[in-house]
């Protein structure tokens, strides 16, 4: 597992000190980061790809392998991913499969990368519209989170950041979860880097004893069943906020079957509704739970979701198809 999480102010201009000596090093970067911070990159030979879900595809996957091996690439190159969630998958994908696998290394450059994406050493490619179907588990031999960079991510991404760090605290971070509460994170970067340290620590906590999701891990689904659907049948949400509303939904369930107390589903929810996050879908619930039954997370005859019980507590429920 990663422990490798180096996260605070005014760290990209000393990437160098951290990429391993002697190692060629190609970066796949996101063509947003290219524009606003290619002075950085340019000494690398560099892949830029775009960000977005229809590029997370076997399809980018060729064009970059192509690219390496034409640039004559070996087993010792190191494969440096610059970018938000989308690029991280790409390039830690390309990574572990590039030759059976090659030495890899993040530079998030959102916070949702920062907070979730780029650690836990799962990566992936969509097919025919299904999230992350194909994909491997390969740990980065570090990732770099410097906040500095979120000054130029758009609102939106950042709301869509603070969905899976709302969910970490949930899901392990009491704590974590009042300090979101009483302050305005994007305000404050050095309560900021000790909110993403603290829903970091959650993750790794998690994924150290559960690295491949054989039962703990998949508590960090929580909101993702339901979300990954909404975010198939929508173009209208990014994956924060299509999280966001699969919270909601997990908390309605939970509410239902007695497991929580519907004045802390009101405080979660309110808590989204705080961060600008939408709580609801109108997509019609048949479609919905048509679209669930495809999803990876859909295990045999049966469907997972992770119910909160209490801030910081959540169970895994088995339903039938
Ligand atoms: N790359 C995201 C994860 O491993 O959970």
Redesign the pocket.
Known sequence: MVKNVIIGQGLLPRLNEFLPAGKRVVAIVDSNVYALYGDTFRQFECIIVEASEEKKTLETMGKIYSQLIESGADRGVFILGVGG?IV??IA?FAAATYMRGVDFGFVATTLLAQI????????GVNIGGYKNMAGT?RQPLFVLSDVDLLDTLPEREFRAGMAEMIKAAIVGDAALFTLIENHDLRADKSLLINAIRAAVEV?IGI?ERDETEQGERRK?NLGHTFGHAVEKLTRQFNHGEAVSIGIVEACRMSVERGLLEPSTAARIEGLLKKWGLPVETDLPRGELMKAIRHDKKADGDAIRFVLPRAIGEVEELKTKN
Do not use: I
């Not at 979730?116 to 990566?123: F, H, I, P, W, Y």
């Open positions: 969630g991280t998958d830690g979730d994406a780029s650690v836990g050493g799962k990566n588990f993750k994924v960090l």
